[in-house]
């Protein structure tokens, strides 16, 4: 039997179970999983700021940090060095143009979460969510994109508009939900 | 010995003819076997071989056949592992030599300490241990895996004169077997305002991507085994998320971690690196699908064509919207084209391996293949793609990833001293 085949010939098997019983048909080996239970995987912070933990930080406050644990690879003031510049907009003119996060992203809340899921390259998950948000204030307020006093928090990080918001097109919109 | 007429210019043979007689075998005998050689016994044969080991290893004359590392060692940056495709066959990409992209390093992953948590728009969030993923029931399909990455080679303005490893190494294509996660979807219960899954890893960067929904009760599985053992380290054992198809980078290894939402979660991978600029400086988004594309293996860059005569000319096929249909083959650099044999069993969304006889002259030649796939969608030109999508502004090297996506076809030319070069044709 093909692949396609089986896989339809389960889901109704599935399906026609599931309208008369309240679990589905399967081993049913997954374990209730609490909130609590979660909380130390549930860093998902999606572009509406779902997601974004409480906390805050400034740029101030970031860039202490920015000198401390980030510097050694992207460089003086975010100007780039073994890794990617964290500063900077150069235009966008030829296909393989540099995509920075000021000429490119569309959405703030992706630098919290690169952040906070990813860096320090050497050390992910390490980070406070106060530095976090410090750190994404920095970098933020380093390219323009938020004044150096502004607070990044999980009601102000949302609302910051990203230059290039309105750069993208959905190469198969059929297939988006 | 009977001749057999061409099936387009420039010497393409048609196949069954050729499987049923034996043409041009004297000009192959010629350069490939030593007249008047004495057979004796050699080594080998004359004394008990070594001992034979817990888990084999390819012949020790076949070193050749290894990936090509970008980052061997190991610096604190992405690493890449290309497939050797111009010393493969068939349609199974060996587990040691399926290519890899790791953003931080391979995660040596503990399967007994390893978990599968589902949440968000659910009724029940769950977590599973491996054991229990293992008693699941499972599915097994053979699917290419393809870096969105891939052939980015061919976005540069002048062809680059490499290998179809070095060009397009980033696509392998193994049997998956696993678990379907539309099963594991159905216990957790979906709860009907879910419209994308956002799957992450358990490596250090904590890999996230988002998939439409429809996509994750289609044909996603939580793959557990490639090509009949367990999962790869450095393809996300233990656990690994297929989506067969579509773009490599949205297939999460050492998945870990799904959550039901409303929203995609526009992760750094989304955002930024798999979000291809355009020539008017706008980015294609969300490009799920690895689009029908073939490449000739056999010959191509690096090899040499030892004399005229009969030569199979062989490549490689797929589609992420399902079967190969067809592929023709040029000899002539696309002014007539030829019909390949398609090697059984012609799969959804997999490698099919096209096979076709050409009796080489001698002269000049320009191989190209363009594939067709059961949905109607053909492979474009190359000048369709540089239209759409643009080209790099200068030569890029080999390594540099200009852009993303590009399906065009691949040319190779022949000299006359049997020298492959690479062309745009």
Known sequence: MRAEAYDMYMRSLLLSLLSSAALAAGPNLGLPLSPEELSQWDINVLPDGTGLPPGSGTSKQGAAIYAQKCMHCHGEAGKGGVNAALVGAPPIKTIEAAKTIANFWPYATTVFDVIRRSMPWQQPRTLTNEEAYALTAYILAQNKLIGEQDVMNAQTLPRVRMPNRDGFIPRFPDKLP | ?425
């Open chain 2, 1 to 425: 010995m009977k001749r057999i007429q061409p099936v387009a210019a420039n010497g393409l043979l048609d196949r069954r003819e050729f499987l049923r007689g034996g043409a041009g075998l004297a000009a192959a005998m010629m350069a490939y076997s030593v007249k008047g050689e004495t057979l004796t016994e050699p080594p080998w044969s004359k004394e008990p071989g070594t001992t034979v080991t817990a888990y084999g290893k390819p012949s020790k004359f076949e070193k050749a056949a290894t990936r090509t590392l970008s980052n061997p060692k190991g610096e604190p940056r992405t690493q890449h592992a290309r497939t050797p495709h111009h010393l493969l066959q068939g349609m199974a990409t060996p587990n040691g030599l399926h290519f890899v992209i790791s953003h931080a390093g391979n995660a040596e992953i503990d399967p007994a300490q390893h978990r599968l948590a589902i949440h968000g728009l659910v009724k029940r969030p769950l977590v599973f241990t491996v054991d229990a993923l293992m008693r699941y029931p499972m599915v097994s399909r053979f699917t290419f895996v393809e870096c969105g990455g891939n052939s980015a080679p061919l976005f540069s303005p002048e062809p680059l004169q490499a290998n179809p490893q070095a060009l397009h190494g980033l696509v392998s294509c193994a049997e998956w077997t696993g678990v379907p996660l539309s099963i594991l979807l159905d216990e957790a219960g979906v709860d009907p305002k879910a419209r994308w899954v956002i799957a992450e890893g358990a490596d250090s960067p904590h890999l996230s991507r988002s998939v439409p929904i429809a996509k994750a009760l289609d044909d996603a599985m939580v793959a557990l085994y490639q090509n009949g053992e367990r999962v790869m380290p450095d393809n996300g054992y233990p656990t690994r998320l297929l989506l067969p198809g579509w773009e490599g980078n949205m297939n999460v290894k050492w998945l870990r971690r799904l959550q039901l939402t409303e929203q995609p979660a526009m992760s750094y991978y989304e955002s930024r690196t798999y979000a291809p600029i355009l020539p008017n400086g706008k980015a294609y988004q969300f490009y799920f699908i690895q689009e029908v594309k073939s490449f000739i293996t056999r010959p191509s860059v690096g090899m040499e064509m030892k004399g005229a005569g009969v030569y199979e000319i062989s490549g490689i096929a797929y589609s992420g919207n399902g079967r190969i249909a067809r592929v023709m083959v040029s000899a002539d650099g696309g002014e007539t084209w030829a019909q390949a044999a398609l090697q059984e069993p012609v799969l959804s969304k997999s490698f099919t391996r096209f096979r076709i006889p050409w009796q080489w002259n001698g002269g000049p030649a320009v191989l190209q293949s363009r594939a067709w796939d059961e949905a109607g969608h053909v492979q474009p030109t190359r000048a369709q793609i540089v239209a759409a999508r643009g080209q790099a502004s200068r030569v890029p090297p080999v390594a540099a990833f200009t852009s993303q996506h590009y399906n065009g076809p691949t040319s190779w030319a022949v000299d006359a001293s049997g020298g492959v070069r690479h062309v745009y044709a």
